[in-house]
């Protein structure tokens, strides 16, 4: 029973049809290890808007006073420091 499947073009087939499957899996593991960069990239940025989020925060009640006015003019505030 052996020998039927263990001929020489038997195993050089299934030696090619290995030797690919370890070159698509090299290929996955590429890609996955340049996802898994791109995950930890990722929530660092989540990590860094979510503290500006904080930082930024207003609270929504207003116990503010409110004035109201009109910008009657503008100062180049740059060019007076030259």
Same mark, same amino acid.
């Given at each position: ?5 263990? !001929? ?12 690919? +499957? ?9 890609? =996955?290890?340049? @996802?898994?960069? &791109? ?7 989540? +990590? ?5 989020? =904080? +930082? @930024?925060?207003?609270?929504?009640? &207003?116990?503010?006073?409110?004035? +109201? !006015? &009109?910008?009657? !003019?503008? =100062? =180049? ?6």
């Amino acid at each position: 029973m052996q020998s039927e499947i263990d !001929g020489p073009s038997e195993t050089n087939s299934l030696k090619q049809y290995i030797s690919k +499957l370890k070159a698509e899996n090299n290929k996955i593991m590429a890609v =996955n290890f340049e @996802l898994k960069a &791109r995950v930890e990239k990722l929530k660092d940025k989540q +990590l860094q808007i979510e503290l500006a989020k =904080n +930082l @930024l925060s207003v609270p929504q009640e &207003r116990d503010y006073l409110i004035t +109201l !006015g &009109r910008v009657i !003019g503008m =100062n =180049n505030c740059s060019s007076a420091h030259d």
